[in-house]
């Protein structure tokens, strides 16, 4: 089992910056990869940026290339998403995920999710 703990939302100007942490606890030795998802209201929840555990490895999704950077700190168990350049159309809950196990039995774990709202 994995835990994750969300922080960082909140509610900022358009153009302004936030940063989101989310930190990993429980079989974190488990985990492959980490990401935040978002959903925003009568929307389907979307990949917004991912990374891979061991090698680093990202993706994003093509509407937040440039503006925002997943990074992770394994020391301390922590993701982070860095959001520059924030939209109005970035508001949504954003959710942290972890993906465990090998590939012919993953299992996806989310966190509470914490909201970001951007105003105009």
């Known amino acids: 089992q994995v835990q994750l703990v969300e922080s960082g939302g909140g509610l900022v100007q358009a153009g302004g910056s936030l940063r989101l942490s989310c930190t990993a606890s429980?079989?974190?030795?488990?985990?492959?990869?980490m990401g935040w998802y978002r959903q925003a209201p009568g929307k389907q929840r979307e990949l917004v940026a991912a990374?891979?555990?061991?090698?680093?490895?990202?993706n994003y999704a093509d509407s937040v290339k440039g503006r925002f950077t997943i990074s992770r700190d394994n020391a301390k168990n922590t993701v982070y998403l860095q959001m520059n350049s924030l939209k109005p159309e970035d508001t949504a809950v954003y959710y942290c995920n972890a993906v465990t196990g090998p590939s012919n039995a993953l299992e996806d774990y989310w966190g509470q999710g914490t909201q970001v709202t951007v105003s105009s």
């Open positions: 990374i891979t555990i061991s090698g680093g490895s990202t």
């Open positions: 429980g079989s974190i030795f488990s985990i492959n990869a």
